[in-house]
């Protein structure tokens, strides 16, 4: 099992900067791939960013050139940085992990970010 815990969230204006962080715990071993997904309420949890163990990203069209998602050395704390922030942006934030060698996903609790215009 893997535990996610996500912090970083809150209010900023339109134009501004935040971060978010996820804190992993458990079998952290298992998990090969690190991401950061996004959910507006009504609508479907969408990809923000995800990067692999070995370091391979990819990001929602949406958020390119403005979403950096970067990871610390071991597979316990992986990050977003967000700038030039749209009200769009506006959604919870949710931490996720998969472990392909158990074919698992696992999921934080989410952090809400709100950007005001």
């Known amino acids: 099992q893997v535990q996610l815990v996500e912090s970083g969230g809150g209010v900023v204006q339109a134009g501004g900067s935040l971060g978010l962080s996820c804190a992993a715990s458990?079998?952290?071993?298992?998990?090969?791939?690190m991401g950061w997904y996004r959910q507006v309420q009504g609508k479907q949890r969408e990809l923000v960013a995800i990067?692999?163990?070995?370091?391979?990203?990819k990001y929602a069209d949406s958020v390119k050139g403005r979403f950096t998602i970067s990871r610390g050395n071991a597979k316990t704390t992986w990050y977003l940085q967000m700038n030039s922030l749209k009200s769009e942006d506006t959604a919870v934030y949710y931490c996720?992990?998969?472990?392909?060698?158990?074919?698992?996903?696992?999921w934080g609790k989410g952090t809400l970010v709100t950007v005001s215009s």
């Open positions: 990067i692999t163990s070995d370091d391979n990203t």
């Open positions: 458990g079998s952290i071993f298992s998990i090969n791939v």
């Open positions: 996720h992990a998969h472990a392909e060698m158990y074919g698992l996903d696992y």
